[in-house]
């Protein structure tokens, strides 16, 4: 039977490892306060719309027992996470208190054609933080280390989170006397896929910037740090613009904010605009090492009017990151728990007849949280230790019998020796399944 | 803005007493040593069909980029998670071991007219044990178990779980002398719709059976009991039959297994039958104390034919709790946990000057696995403790001073007392959110 392209789906190993990932970044989350939520899979499409750019990648809904020719149900699947949680938040607002901190970890689907880190159907984990009217800058700050120790945590190729922020963007360009800054933002943010003396001509056509303000636009968006060293290296470009000000002070605080976290790096990377009209401030973009062909893993950034009910504004600043696009290219290459099933011990089972006492160990067990199976059939004990070996399981249990006491072996050392049913325990980290060391 | 209707959302609090209860299924479930798997949201229509009875429920896709008039994508949304179950045992058959335990908690949509307890976005959560070609009869005991064990530890009202064994009314049909035994089957299983009399005359008048027959069906459907006498009370009908005696045994069997836990009551009820022809023993229905008008909450069966691919038949026994369906309604009574985020304590914060001091506290905390947040903003003290109390935060932490120590305070007893970031944590009760007791 042939995979659906785009849709992918994991073997019980993969998802094990999947449900690690997931389970890190709900644990990460929730010791900052982040509170769950999960909206519908399904917004009316005039929700989903508003932003045009995106409308093909919709997927439209239609009941079958509708009429032919009759009309859509005019709800779409979401997209993305924002957009459900902007109309969450309007929905809401009567009953949230804000500031609001949320994190929200679901699937969500676009119509595109599929390719590698690009899918039909995809998970995404998403926090931001929202609230009425006026958010302090500092949760800019709280948001990127949040998601720095999320991803430190994350068993995976080493990040490198980029940061930027428009109004140090917006800033350079005021101060360099120039007034339509979005189009050189647009254009700026094209170095990725062309050169720079390119990129300084299309200034020039195109925004009808003079060869001096163009020169100066790439020299900004070269300059990249660890540290607020940007700063000076900024300041040594000789503009000047009270909202540049403003940018460099928030860009430098996020920054040292972030760093000094195990395997992930933070850069302040003057050249990362993103490429949504929305951000305002903070904006946030993530490669993994050796994996930067996929795009960025992990975006987001400060977005001042993520909602509006014509009385209040809802600013926000959050990041969303792609757990498929990490995900599903690592499985691709081997990545996967060391089980297949969840399961610490395998009881064996000396004879159908005595099925009630390999059950009874097993309830022993699991009564002390340890995940245990009962062998499906009275096999060879060789069968059954290999039953074992093939799912990953590292302990099998033989019971008692008239003339041998209860026994637990490691099946990956061979070691065999005594064991109580009320109070042995495996190792901590053998009670449940781990990322297998990887294939490469 | 108006809710849509059948597409249930929870505030926070909602969310966080619907984690308790999928956290609590996922822990037994796991317990038992049953691995984990999602499958995609979307299925071939044709595999969606297979079953007639419920095409009109399907929700269609189509990319909204598709040109007008093209074909849908020929992809629905999935309505159950057994279908999409059968297509992936089919699709890994060679990658899986069997036989296979796995539990599978998702969203389904069904496109039907919304009323209590009946979405058009619900979540589910599947328990299945499937095997290759053969499945021994002690499965159908151990899935009557787990999920007895998983239903037990929800904070719900009282469960009421109903057993019965198809064997056992094929056999006793077939020992009456019946032969077309389905036809007699989907009459009783209107026992709940019509009174017995009608259903007597319905036997005789549509499955041709006489009255002495009619009248023993209708004794039979009248038979349930909390332990194995029931078996007693069908023998004194004075039918016999080979298979009636092995689903008088097997029904037996699972009744006793799964009873002695507190909170669900486990019966044998010959009434029930299940609509689904593809059950083919155990067959299992379960009803909520208070919400009898909802249906059932929770059910499945054996199938010995759920897959097959022409070379083997896969055969399983599995249970389908309707998550969405339990809580919804309760949600909708006040069911709810005591917080709204996740966390245990609010750090104080004395003024911004000093925020980095209160991150700090809040970083040791969380460092030891306390879920803590940083007051937004350095209001009066007074304030934070009710930005605190709208929480449900049941501490707030006051950071040191040159005066004073760091303290502690219970929002709930107004207790203070002096504590140390590196040491201090609350009680274990207080570490998670818990369920709210019950508004009445």
């Known amino acids: 039977m042939a995979k659906l392209s785009g849709f992918p789906e994991f073997l019980p190993a993969g998802r094990n490892a999947e449900l690690i990932l997931l389970d890190h970044l709900r644990r990460v989350f929730e010791l900052y306060g982040f509170a769950s939520i999960e909206t519908r899979a399904a917004e009316p499409l005039d929700e989903l719309l508003r932003k045009g750019e995106i409308d093909k990648e919709v997927y439209v809904l239609r009941r079958l027992q509708a009429d032919a020719g009759a009309s859509d149900s005019?709800?779409?699947?979401?997209?993305?996470?924002?957009?459900?949680?902007?109309?969450?938040?309007?929905?809401?607002?009567?009953?949230?208190?804000?500031?609001?901190?949320?994190?929200?970890?679901?699937?969500?689907?676009?119509?595109?054609?599929?390719?590698?880190?690009?899918?039909?159907?995809?998970?995404?984990?998403?926090?931001?933080?929202?609230a009425k009217d006026e958010l302090p800058f500092h949760f800019d700050v709280e948001v990127a280390r949040v998601m720095a120790e999320a991803l430190s945590g994350l068993p995976v190729p080493a990040l490198r989170m980029q940061v930027n922020n428009r109004k140090l963007l917006e800033g350079f360009y005021l101060g360099l006397g120039i007034a339509e800054t979005?189009?050189?933002?647009?254009?700026?943010?094209?170095?990725?896929?062309?050169?720079?003396?390119?990129?300084?001509?299309?200034?020039?056509?195109?925004?009808?910037?003079?060869?001096?303000?163009?020169?100066?636009?790439?020299?900004?968006?070269?300059?990249?740090?660890?540290?607020?060293?940007?700063?000076d290296r900024v300041r040594a470009l000789g503009v000047s613009h009270e909202l540049l000000d403003t940018g460099l002070a928030e860009l430098a605080e996020v920054v040292e904010a972030a760093s000094g976290i195990d395997g992930v790096e933070i850069v302040a990377d003057l050249r990362i605009a993103r490429g949504l009209d929305y951000y305002t401030g903070t904006v946030f973009e993530t490669?993994?090492?050796?994996?930067?062909?996929?795009?960025?893993?992990?975006?987001g950034g400060r977005y001042d009017q993520l909602a509006s009910d014509g009385k209040n504004t809802y600013p926000g600043v959050g990041i969303s990151l792609g757990v498929s696009r990490i995900l599903v290219p690592l499985i691709n290459k081997g990545f996967e728990a060391?089980?297949?099933?969840?399961?610490?011990?395998?009881?064996?089972?000396?004879?159908?007849e005595t099925r009630a006492d390999s059950n009874a160990v097993a309830q022993q067990l699991?009564?002390?949280?340890?995940?245990?199976?009962?062998?499906?059939?009275?096999?060879?004990?060789?069968?059954?230790?290999?039953?074992?070996?093939?799912?990953?399981?590292?302990?099998?249990?033989?019971?008692?019998?008239?003339?041998?006491?209860?026994?637990?072996?490691?099946?990956?050392?061979?070691?065999?020796?005594?064991?109580?049913?009320?109070?042995?325990?495996?190792?901590?980290?053998?009670?449940?399944?781990?990322?297998?060391?990887?294939?490469?």
């Not at 809401?92 to 599929?114: C, D, H, M, S, T």
């Not at 994996?291 to 992990?298: A, I």
């Not at 969840?342 to 159908?352: H, N, Q």
Request: aromatic fraction near 8%.
């Open 182 to 231: 979005a189009s050189v933002m647009r254009i700026v943010d094209k170095l990725d896929k062309l050169p720079g003396d390119k990129v300084v001509e299309l200034l020039q056509s195109d925004a009808g910037l003079d060869l001096e303000q163009a020169q100066k636009c790439l020299a900004l968006a070269e300059v990249s740090a660890p540290d607020a060293s940007f700063v």
């Open 287 to 299: 490669q993994m090492a050796g994996y930067e062909h996929l795009g960025s893993v992990c975006s």
């Open 338 to 352: 060391d089980r297949s099933v969840p399961s610490a011990v395998l009881v064996a089972l000396i004879d159908e």
């Open 74 to 130: 005019g709800m779409g699947l979401h997209y993305d996470l924002t957009v459900p949680f902007a109309r969450y938040v309007l929905e809401n607002a009567g009953k949230l208190e804000f500031p609001f901190r949320r994190y929200q970890i679901q699937k969500v689907w676009r119509g595109e054609r599929p390719q590698e880190g690009r899918f039909r159907e995809f998970t995404q984990a998403d926090i931001d933080i929202v």
């Open 366 to 440: 699991r009564a002390r949280g340890i995940p245990t199976e009962v062998a499906a059939t009275a096999q060879k004990f060789g069968k059954q230790i290999r039953y074992a070996e093939r799912r990953g399981i590292p302990y099998v249990w033989f019971p008692a019998t008239a003339e041998t006491p209860n026994q637990v072996k490691d099946i990956r050392s061979g070691d065999q020796a005594d064991a109580r049913p009320e109070d042995w325990a495996p190792p901590a980290e053998d009670l449940h399944p781990r990322i297998k060391e990887q294939h490469q």
